[in-house]
């Protein structure tokens, strides 16, 4: 089931909704505006020596969805799959 995020980006001055769901190896975030990103879950660090609860999967995602948001402001439109 797909854990709903939505925190707000000072950078871009705006709001930031999505998802994402996790296999426990790699993260899967998006939002139908913005499209979708996946990383592992060792993008912020090593996994393995620091375990990723849910407050760690949370950052991930809004990380990644805060990139997706920083791409669509650069082009200019959404990237919608």
């Not at 990383?39 to 995602?61: K, M």
Request: charged residues 20%.
């Amino acid at each position: 089931m797909p854990r709903h995020v939505s925190f707000y980006d000072e950078s871009l001055g705006k709001q930031v909704e999505g998802s994402y769901t996790s296999d426990g190896k790699v993260i899967h975030a998006g939002s139908g505006t913005l499209g979708a990103k996946s990383a592992p879950l060792g993008y912020l660090g090593n996994a393995n020596t620091f375990p990723v609860d849910q407050e760690g999967q949370d950052l991930l995602a809004q990380k990644l969805l805060s990139e997706l948001a920083h791409r669509e402001a650069k082009n200019g439109h959404a990237h919608g799959h």
